[in-house]
């Protein structure tokens, strides 16, 4: 059974940093794609960063330059690291995997955390 757990968030000025984690278990070699999406209340969860083994990460323009995921070696956590933090970087922030890379091309079948709020004040 594969479990997501987020850990890290809280509230930042901003110009601030913040690094998120997620814990992983239980995933399989088909599951071999993970990241982060962002929510906002009456907005759509968007796919920020994605990373898989033997990839280079892909990052959502907004995010692009400011943020960094990556995996430790065992691929059991993957981390979001964020810089120059933004009022607009405000939302609940959700760890994700599944079987396609980047996560958000995969129509179905991924499996979530749940989610954890970063909040950047101006």
């Known amino acids: 059974q594969v479990q997501l757990r987020e850990s890290g968030g809280g509230s930042v000025q901003s110009g601030g940093s913040l690094r998120i984690s997620c814990s992983a278990s239980?995933?399989?070699?088909?599951?071999?794609?993970m990241g982060w999406f962002r929510q906002t209340p009456g907005k759509e969860r968007e796919g920020i960063a994605s990373i898989a083994r033997g990839a280079i990460p892909i990052y959502e323009d907004s995010v692009k330059g400011r943020f960094t995921i990556s995996f430790n070696n065992a691929e059991t956590m993957v981390y979001l690291e964020m810089n120059s933090l933004k009022p607009e970087d405000t939302a609940m922030y959700y760890c994700?995997?599944?079987?396609?890379?980047?996560?958000?091309?995969?129509?179905?079948?991924?499996?979530w955390g749940q989610g954890t709020q970063v909040t950047v004040s101006s």
């Open positions: 239980g995933l399989t070699y088909s599951i071999y794609s």
């Open positions: 994700a995997a599944g079987p396609c890379f980047p996560l958000w091309g995969c129509s179905g079948s991924k499996y």
